[in-house]
């Protein structure tokens, strides 16, 4: 299976800060990577998919980068509603899709 | 609106079995391919299986590998997960997935259902 790496796994940042996640794959899987959002006791929401596509919906500050082994989560100025948990997840293969383990992002 | 409910979670000992079952509504069912995720109390998300639209095709993790059996109903926009030899690992919220994109690869989960919550104890 591809493995998922996240830096940091913890983050605290302020309100209108810059936030950058990064997710890193064991083997390249092109653009094959989503990010999703998480806060307490709500499914996962999507955010990017195949790398950059911002999905509908979804504020203009998130935005997403990257292609092989190596992706970035930025948000551009954080918002109070941005403090919850992201994850990315690669889909190279149906026979193995994979998260990574989660960045929490909370108040400084 | 796009709806996905999940149903069938409990209380099992390790051995038993289990039905969930994800009820579908306000798109076309089997234009899309599911897939179930879980969620460890306090952990991160785990795929666990998927199928394509038209239940020709799945997937499994490996730790489910050979104990669950995905499928699908179209005709009653439902999705099923059969889970037997349950163990205490598989204590987990189970959320079911719309499959957007290609099913054999580059494809997101959008949007997830609230989940079940399965517990495995004696």
């Known amino acids: 299976d591809i493995q998922m790496t996240q830096s940091p796994s913890s983050l605290s940042a302020s309100v209108g800060d810059r936030v950058t996640i990064t997710c890193r794959a064991s083997q390249s899987i092109s653009s094959y990577l989503n990010w999703y959002q998480q806060k307490p006791g709500k499914a996962p929401k999507l955010l990017i998919y195949a790398a950059s596509s911002l999905q509908s919906g979804v504020p203009s500050r998130f935005s997403g980068s990257g292609s092989g082994t190596d992706f970035t989560l930025t948000i551009s100025s954080l918002q109070p509603e941005d403090f919850a948990t992201y994850y990315c997840?690669?889909?190279?293969?149906?026979?193995?899709?994979?998260f990574g383990p989660g960045t929490k992002v909370d108040i400084k | 609106e796009v709806q996905l409910v999940e149903s069938g979670g409990g209380v099992v000992r390790p051995g038993g079995s289990l039905r969930l079952s994800c009820a579908a509504s306000?798109?076309?069912?089997?234009?899309?391919?599911m897939s179930w995720v879980r969620q460890a109390p306090g952990k991160g998300l785990e795929w666990v299986s998927g199928?394509?639209?038209?239940?020709?095709?799945?997937g499994y993790a490996d730790s489910v590998k050979g104990r669950f059996t995905i499928s699908r109903d179209n005709a009653k926009n439902s999705l099923y997960l059969q889970m037997n030899s349950l163990r205490a690992e598989d204590t987990a919220l189970y959320h079911c997935?719309?499959?957007?994109?290609?099913?054999?690869?580059?494809?997101?989960?959008?949007?997830w259902g609230q989940g079940t919550l399965v517990t495995v104890s004696s």
């Open positions: 199928i394509n639209w038209n239940g020709g095709s799945t």
């Open positions: 306000g798109f076309t069912f089997d234009d899309y391919g």
């Open positions: 997840q690669q889909s190279y293969s149906t026979l193995g899709i994979t």
């Open positions: 997935a719309r499959v957007i994109g290609p099913y054999s690869s580059g494809h997101w989960f959008d949007p």
